[in-house]
């Protein structure tokens, strides 16, 4: 039976993500890059491990898509991760011109939309796959640190 390729597909690869992260300790968000149905990057919050406040997942797949399509621009590519975006990623999103932008949970502290930063304006925008879930685990984590 073949693969149903859908948000919520491509979401729950973008959790397995998280999941790596949750289990190096690192805020659990993942992210995917994908085009044609094909995952051709894919990465989790690295920011503890490399000691560098700029490894969010989303600026790692966007690097991984960058050299695996050998070049700056992912036209062709949707991004699927786990938490809105933070003003930086959304800025190298903007720069990348990535044409969709699919998140799980919104990030009402520290997301795009509330800190002023802005997507390409020819990017789609789809929020909420899977938010529960994504949700979830990004509280579980913050849970068990207080």
């Avoid at 960058?66 to 786990?82: E, H, I, M, R, S």
């Avoid at 990030?107 to 796959?129: A, E, F, I, N």
Wanted: aromatic residues 8%.
């Amino acid at each position: 039976m073949e693969a149903v390729f859908t948000d919520e597909y491509f979401m729950r690869r973008a959790l397995a993500e998280a999941q790596d992260a949750f289990d190096k300790g690192e805020i659990p968000v993942g992210a995917i890059v994908v085009v044609n149905n094909r995952i051709i990057a894919k990465s989790h919050n690295l920011t503890e491990l490399l000691t560098d406040v700029t490894a969010h997942a989303e600026m790692q797949a966007i690097t991984a898509a960058a050299n695996f399509l050998g070049g700056k621009y992912l036209t062709d590519c949707t991004l699927y991760v786990t938490l809105e975006p933070c003003q930086m990623c959304a800025g190298a999103l903007y720069w990348s011109q990535i044409p969709k932008v699919v998140y799980g949970a919104a990030d009402t502290h520290r997301g795009y939309r509330v800190m002023g930063g802005r997507l390409h304006p020819k990017t789609q925008v789809v929020s909420g796959v899977l938010e529960r879930e994504c949700g979830a685990l990004v509280k579980q984590f913050f849970k068990q640190r207080r």
